[in-house]
């Protein structure tokens, strides 16, 4: 059974720092580009970060970059989010996507999701 399922979200102070896991299974998880979206309340889903299968390549969203590192462990089968100086627009459910052989931020070409993490920023 594929699987990804996120952990580490939490509420946090504005300034503050959390890192987001998504352990996946059931899939050669090296094959596959790994990403971060997130769905604030009333607005709609929106890319965040990506990662290929050949790390290190990354792509950021122009709202977090500088801020946020996406980075994966292949032998863990794991992907993070490290979240550094966040602020009160970042809180959101984060998701973790898989897409096989992807290159692209759309989150119609990732395939497989996990259930979401929630991220508050308090001000």
């Known amino acids: 059974q594929v699987q990804l399922v996120e952990s580490g979200g939490g509420l946090v102070q504005a300034g503050g720092s959390l890192r987001l896991s998504c352990a996946a299974s059931?899939?050669?998880?090296?094959?596959?580009?790994m990403a971060w979206f997130r769905q604030a309340p009333g607005k709609e889903r929106e890319f965040v970060a990506r990662i290929l299968w050949s790390a290190p390549s990354t792509y950021y969203a122009d709202s977090v970059k500088g801020r946020f590192t996406i980075s994966r462990d292949n032998a863990k089968n794991t992907v993070y989010l490290q979240m550094n100086s966040l602020k009160p627009e970042d809180t959101a459910i984060y998701y973790c996507?898989?897409?096989?052989?992807?290159?692209?931020?759309?989150?119609?070409?990732?395939?497989?999701w996990g259930q979401g993490t929630q991220v508050t920023v308090s001000s």
């Open positions: 996507a898989a897409g096989l052989g992807v290159y692209s931020s759309t989150q119609g070409h990732y395939t497989i």
């Open positions: 059931g899939l050669t998880f090296s094959g596959y580009t």
